[in-house]
Structures are given as structure tokens and as C-alpha cells.
């Protein structure tokens, strides 16, 4: 297929990845991912220190409440559920408090855990982090490192094994805890492959000769110098560490993460670089994880690997704003990837009506009220900003139905628009105050307003309630019409006039 020439084309084609981001989130449900690696119990202690100990000189720490989370592979499960996808773990974990309470934490959760092995034999990993006043002051590891024996081994592969028959995809999420040691991370590998099913390794350590023939290998920065032995941070470092590790151990591509530079995907012929989206960082703890259980489901729905990335990526700046071991929902992925900041605006924002419809929808879900108002907008003017600006004002967000060229110039007569609809949409999108924009062809925005459900839909005061299209579809449904006010003398209209009289004439 011939890559789009036209900025018409290129804003087509645009549009038409938007749509299959999206639609990818949606088929986050169809996915099943079988999740293989070292679960551990994260704990997080809150209290408080107000003294030293008359026993020895160290504070005293007043507990005042605890959390538990799913650690390790563990998150990688959380991720992939509270993100709509069906996880299918295997481990092995001990028959120990830490280990019953994982068990009981993902079956709470709705997930299969048949393939978890319990063994009496094996200590479950546990770390328990103390806060105070928002600051960790200790973390209290429970762990024994040390490869499967055996029987524990047996097992693990036989329920892999029966895992690998329904997952769509695998991730091998390897903490260094012993799970993926002594060859088993291979021998999964070599199954999955023979099933047509593609790998992706989160590694640990040094050496990836161990995760040999996997699709995939996911280092954030500082492992992947670590794994080629120097340091790497510029793009065109990455991309020749990345290749060296593909060439040495048969990797198909490597996705590096790299935390405010976003994420890289590599291949033997093509590197692409996926900046991060700019946020308040409060916690980067398990970001690695969210972008493994999104970049498993983006694939197992039918993204690409650069496209999945965006998703991955998208997830990760989610998360990284969140405090603690933290998950996303499939509403706050949905408006990661049309996100309201300034610098983020382009034609991105120009988005067709279906994906409009699962944006808001998404917006309404996590409790942001939504604004609608339409027009020409054919050059640009205060009167615009003004009305665009009192829209924004009454809602958490903004769409706006901008009329196609055919639909201006039936309203308007020949010779309009002055603007192109391309042009419009890109002026429009790049107002902060504009979340979307959704070009329509009819005369009327009544479709979309019945479609997008808005809460408050405003016009300008020229208008009547009563003659305000889908003022009834609004209102039936509780939400509010709101006649902003006009900006004396400003319109399109007068604008051209001026632009026609003589020099002299103009004020």
C-alpha cells in the first residue's frame, strides 16, 4: 500500500490509526495473556515517627494502617485485568502466608489461578515498605532466591503448557527470584515459539542469553547498557545496543523503556522513538509492569509492535502519576491518548465520530462532565475565541462539530469557505481550550449531538433555546443549553467585507 502524499490523505490516514488505537483498547477484552515469572506480596506500612528509642538510637516507627499489592509478575496480572484483558498466570510460589495472601488477592480479582503452583518447600517473596510522612524510611524483604527444584519444575511446565494452548500471547516477567532460572525461561521460549505464540521477556540481570529466540525483551535504559556493557542514553546509542543484543541471541525486535524519554522500539531495520508524554511524576514503582501488560494486550488485539508502543507508553505516563504500585483503567488509557495539554494539540485532536463517541463516553466514566458547540469557524476571529472559551467554561471538556467544507458552502453560498476544512480543523485543534474536534457533513449538528451525548451544549446568544438544534435531545436527558454571549461586530462575514473595501475604509 502507497504511504499517503496529501495532507488531506495524511490527516485521513491520521484519523484512521486514532480509531484503531482505540478500537485496540476496546479489544483489550478479547486478549489472553499467559504471565510466567516471580510473583511477590508488596506491603506498604504508613505511620508515623515521633520519638527515638530509649534501646538503641533509632526511631520509633507507630504504625497508623498497611496495603497489600500484587508485586513482581503480580502486577503485570493487575495490570492486564484492571485494563479489561484475561491474565493467565503460572508460578510457583510457597505455602506460606505471603503465597496464600497472592493467591487470595488474584482470585479476588477474578483470575484463573490454576496454574500456580504451592509448594511447601519455597518462601514466598515479600517486601514491606515503611512510609512516614510520605517519605520510605525502611523496606523489609522476605525472599529466598533459588531455582525450582525438581518437582516444582515439573509442575510449573505442565500448567504452562496447558496455559500456552489458550493465551494468545506470553510474558515472561522475570524478577530474579528463581522462577525463570536454570533453563526454564528457555525451554518456554522454545514452546511458545513452536506454538506460533510470540514472547515478551522483561529481563533481569546481565545476561539475556537465557531469554534466547524471544520475540521481544523489554530493558528500560540502564539495563539494556548493563546487558552490552557501556553505557547508553542518545538515540543512535540504543539503537546500536539494541541490534547487537538481537543479533547475539535472535531476538525478532527489543522495545527499551526509557523513562522520561520515553520508549524505543527496535528492529533490524527500523527504529522508531516514542517520546513520553510531559507530567507531574509522583512514583515510577511498576511503571515497567504497566508497560508490559498494555504492550502484551495492544499486540494480542491486533496493533502493531510500534503502534502497541504508543499504548504502552501512553499507559506508563498514566501510572507514573499515580502514588504507589499503581494500575490503570481502559477509560483513563482511552484519554491518555487524547489528552487535553497544550502542547500535545494537533490534528491528532481531529477525530472522527465513533471515536469521539468512546472518548466521551470514557470522559463521562471517570466523572468529567462534557461541553458540545458547533459552527463554521471559517476565519477565525475573537468572536470565536469567545464563544469556544464560555463553552469550555461550563464543562471539564470541549467537543467541537466543525462543518465540512461541502457543508459550509450549502449554508454559506459559493465562494465559502475561505478555509479549508483541514485548515479550520488544524487552527481549531490547536486551542487549548478544544479537547476534539469532529467534522461533520450534514447541515446540522443533530447526529452527532445525539450520538455524543453531551451534558451542556452551547450556542451563541443569537439563538433561542427553543431554536438551538438538539436543545430537546439535551435537555431530555438533564443536561443544560447555554447561550454564551456575543462579542459585538466580530463575525466571518464582516470580516471578508472589510477585507474587500478599500484601504481607506477599513477600521
Request: proline content about 4%; overall charge negative.
Amino acid at each position: 500500500m502507497n504511504a499517503p502524499t496529501t495532507p488531506a490523505d495524511r490527516d485521513q490516514a491520521g484519523r484512521g490509526r486514532q480509531a484503531a488505537l482505540l478500537a485496540a483498547v476496546d479489544g483489550f477484552r478479547k486478549a489472553k495473556v499467559a504471565v510466567v515469572g516471580d510473583f511477590i506480596l508488596d506491603r506498604f506500612v504508613r505511620g508515623v515517627i515521633e520519638r527515638i528509642s530509649p534501646e538503641a538510637p533509632v526511631p520509633v516507627f507507630h504504625g497508623r494502617g498497611e496495603t497489600m499489592a500484587l508485586g513482581g509478575a503480580g502486577n503485570v496480572v493487575a495490570n492486564i485485568v484492571s485494563l479489561g484483558g484475561t491474565a493467565l498466570p503460572v508460578a510457583a510460589v510457597g505455602d506460606d502466608v505471603a503465597g496464600r495472601t497472592i493467591l487470595a488477592m488474584l482470585a479476588e480479582e477474578g483470575v484463573d489461578i490454576a496454574g500456580i503452583v504451592r509448594s511447601d518447600d519455597r518462601t514466598t517473596s515479600a517486601k514491606s515498605r515503611f512510609s512516614a510522612l510520605n517519605q520510605q524510611v525502611l523496606r523489609f524483604d522476605q525472599e529466598e532466591i533459588r531455582p525450582l527444584q525438581a518437582g516444582e519444575r515439573e509442575a510449573v511446565l505442565a500448567a504452562y503448557r496447558t496455559v500456552l494452548a489458550e493465551a494468545d500471547i506470553v510474558v515472561l516477567s522475570d524478577y530474579g527470584k528463581g522462577v525463570l532460572l536454570d533453563g526454564v525461561a528457555a525451554e518456554m521460549i522454545a514452546l511458545a515459539r513452536a506454538s506460533g505464540k510470540p514472547v515478551i521477556v522483561d529481563p533481569k540481570g546481565r545476561d539475556f542469553s537465557r531469554y534466547a529466540g524471544a520475540t521481544v525483551v523489554t530493558p528500560n535504559r540502564k539495563e539494556l547498557g548493563e546487558a552490552v556493557g557501556r553505557a547508553v542514553a542518545e538515540d543512535g546509542e540504543i539503537v546500536a545496543a539494541a541490534r547487537e543484543l538481537i543479533e547475539r541471541h535472535g531476538f525478532s525486535y527489543l522495545l527499551a523503556t526509557r523513562s522520561e524519554r520515553g520508549i524505543s522500539v527496535v528492529g533490524t531495520d527500523e527504529a522508531r522513538h516514542i517520546p513520553t508524554q510531559a507530567r507531574e511524576v509522583f512514583d515510577v514503582s511498576g511503571a515497567g509492569d504497566t508497560v508490559v501488560a498494555a504492550f502484551a494486550l495492544a499486540l494480542g488485539a491486533g496493533l502493531d509492535r510500534f503502534d502497541a508502543a504508543v499504548v504502552a507508553n501512553a499507559a506508563a505516563g498514566v501510572v507514573v502519576g499515580k502514588h504507589g504500585t499503581a494500575r490503570l483503567s481502559p477509560d483513563e488509557l482511552v484519554t491518555a491518548l487524547f489528552r487535553d495539554d497544550a502542547t500535545q494539540h494537533s490534528l491528532r485532536s481531529v477525530v472522527d465520530l465513533p471515536t469521539a463517541e468512546l472518548v466521551a463516553a470514557a470522559w463521562r466514566r471517570q466523572g468529567f462532565s462534557v461541553a458540545f458547540t458547533n459552527g463554521c469557524f471559517d476565519i477565525l476571529h475573537a468572536g470565536h475565541v469567545s464563544l469556544i472559551q464560555q463553552a469550555r467554561a461550563t464543562a471539564d471538556r470541549l467537543i467541537l462539530g466543525l462543518n465540512s467544507d461541502a457543508s459550509v458552502r450549502r449554508l454559506k453560498g459559493a465562494g465559502r469557505p475561505v478555509n479549508g476544512e483541514r485548515d479550520r480543523a488544524l487552527i481549531l485543534s490547536a486551542l487549548a481550550a478544544v479537547d476534539l474536534v469532529v467534522i461533520f457533513e450534514e447541515d446540522t449538528p443533530l447526529t452527532l449531538i445525539e450520538r455524543l451525548k453531551p451534558d451542556v451544549l452551547v450556542k451563541g446568544a443569537d439563538y433561542t433555546v427553543e431554536t438551538v438544534v438538539g436543545a430537546e435531545v439535551v435537555l431530555k436527558a438533564g443536561g443544560r443549553v447555554v447561550l454564551a454571549e456575543l462579542v459585538p461586530g466580530k463575525s466571518t462575514t464582516n470580516t471578508i467585507a472589510r477585507m474587500a473595501a478599500p484601504a481607506g475604509a477599513r477600521s
